[in-house]
């Protein structure tokens, strides 16, 4: 009858989006290993697209500096750390009696 619409079954969507789920993560689980074998697409879009990131001029110099980082890793550490400790006053005396004995 051509005035029905026809409604798809709500398991078989479910299927359906479950399958292309395992298949993208599949993907991209093969996508990483590839890309710490070989060092060229750091993402699944990337290797799709053969886009890669390379330096405009390949012989600059290239001087980073790590202070930044640094920074935001001793902070991160701090914010996990810090609330440990607040909960455990046994912990900052087992912390300084070990740091002490060393």
Same mark, same amino acid.
């Given at each position: 009858?051509?005035?029905?619409?026809?409604?798809?079954?709500?398991?078989?969507?479910? @299927?359906?989006?479950?399958?292309?789920? %395992?298949?993208?993560?599949?993907? *991209?689980?093969?996508? &990483?290993?590839?890309? /710490?074998?070989?060092?060229?697409?750091?993402?699944?879009?990337?290797?799709?697209?053969?886009? @890669?990131?390379?330096?405009?001029?390949? %012989?600059?110099?290239?001087?980073? *500096?790590?202070?930044? &980082?640094?920074?935001? /890793?001793?902070?991160?550490?701090?914010?996990?750390?810090?609330?440990?400790?607040?909960?455990?006053?046994?912990?900052?005396?087992?912390?300084?009696?070990?740091?002490?004995?060393?």
């Amino acid at each position: 009858m051509r005035g029905e619409t026809q409604h798809m079954d709500p398991c078989a969507t479910r @299927r359906s989006i479950g399958v292309v789920e %395992n298949a993208y993560s599949a993907a *991209s689980l093969l996508n &990483l290993m590839m890309f /710490l074998r070989h060092g060229r697409y750091r993402s699944l879009l990337e290797r799709l697209l053969r886009a @890669r990131l390379v330096y405009k001029e390949a %012989n600059m110099s290239r001087v980073i *500096s790590f202070e930044y &980082l640094n920074r935001q /890793l001793v902070w991160q550490e701090l914010s996990v750390r810090v609330p440990q400790v607040s909960h455990s006053p046994n912990y900052v005396c087992q912390a300084v009696q070990s740091t002490l004995l060393m």
